[in-house]
Nanobody, 127 residues
């Protein structure tokens, strides 16, 4: 029911930056918790960052703290992931996700808590 479209991926050298965007359909974007996940070749999907629907509190995986920043613009139905100081290990397909309801902080990092997913955008970081 909710369509999510990621953009902004590409090829970048280590130490560089990229900004991912995720545009959502509908008029209920502000009610969704939004998250970013990624999946590298041969690895399982992992949590990257999330932002809550009320206070805008953010959550980050330890591996990206201090380098990535998640933000949202509810007026534009868009969530962003600013990625700085990129490393080769950041190479992955990045997925945007939306949750209709997360009721405990422990669930922000769980894929199972999200109801809608985008198709993903490839991020490749060369060394």
């Amino acid at each position: 029911q909710v369509q999510l479209v990621e953009s902004g991926g590409g090829l970048v050298q280590a130490g560089g930056s990229l900004r991912l965007s995720c545009a959502a359909s509908g008029r209920t974007f502000s009610t969704y918790t939004m998250g970013w996940f990624r999946q590298a070749p041969g690895k399982e999907r992992e949590f990257v960052a999330a932002i809550s629907r009320n206070t805008g509190r953010t959550y980050y995986a330890d591996s990206v703290k201090g380098r990535f920043t998640i933000s949202r613009d509810n007026a534009k139905n868009t969530v962003y992931l600013q990625m700085n100081s990129l490393k080769p290990e950041d190479t992955a397909v990045y997925y945007c996700a939306a949750s209709r309801g997360i009721y405990d902080s422990n669930y922000y990092s769980r894929s199972n808590a999200y109801d809608y997913w985008g198709q993903g955008t490839q991020v490749t970081v060369s060394s």
